[in-house]
């Protein structure tokens, strides 16, 4: 089940795609209402890269938004 309280704590995080694999990039850690907040002012593109770890699942912004 999917955590959607709003102020639930969360990691915001931007997973790039390199050569070498990749790497991810913490944004934030907050409530989950901060971060869909910084979420949506970033970039389309950043957009597409971004994910969001609760406690218990891990999921693409795009697909949370998209609920």
């Known amino acids: 089940m999917r955590t959607t309280q709003a102020d639930s704590t969360v990691r915001l995080y931007y997973l790039a795609d390199s050569a070498d694999g990749g790497r991810a990039e913490t944004l934030m850690y907050g409530a989950l ?30 697909d949370l938004v998209a609920e």
């Open 33 to 62: 209402a901060d971060a869909l907040a910084l979420a949506a002012r970033q970039d389309v593109a950043v957009q597409d890269g971004l994910w969001i770890a609760t406690a218990n699942d891990v999921v693409a912004y795009r």
